[in-house]
């Protein structure tokens, strides 16, 4: 395997961490959903300004997108895939708000039904997430 497909595969090990889609991560790195799978295909070389603004979208150093490790070989792990993602997600919302989806979740959890008053709670929680 070259270094542009070992490139390729640490770019979609990274994505998929993060939970994006090659068109999320394309939107957020302004590049083509195409560009980023034929790059994760080992087919197309970025230059190094779009490696940039790829790193940068999923949250990492340019050098970690160069670096050699087993964890790249290793499938990614849908919980811990889904985590990040609501992690990632929670970090822009203000700690109020996070407390309101802790309750919300408790309660879904643990009652049989949920009243107006929860439905209210859902709707404003669905609202924070659009912003």
Do not use: Y
């Amino acid at each position: 395997m070259d270094i542009i497909q070992r490139l390729g595969k640490r770019v979609r090990f990274f994505r998929k961490r993060k939970g994006f889609t090659q068109a999320k991560l394309a939107e957020e790195a302004n590049l083509s959903p195409f560009f980023i799978g034929q790059m994760e295909r080992g087919v197309s070389a970025p230059s190094i300004m779009s490696l940039q603004r790829i790193a940068d979208a999923l949250g990492v150093t340019l050098a970690k997108l160069f670096e050699e490790s087993e964890e790249f070989s290793q499938p990614v792990d849908e919980k811990s895939q889904a985590i990040e993602h609501l992690i990632a997600t929670l970090q822009n919302w203000e700690s109020k708000d996070i407390k309101l989806l802790t309750r919300f979740i408790t309660k879904l959890c643990f009652t049989s039904s949920l009243g107006t008053k929860d439905i209210r709670l859902l709707a404003r929680l669905i609202g924070i997430a659009r912003k």
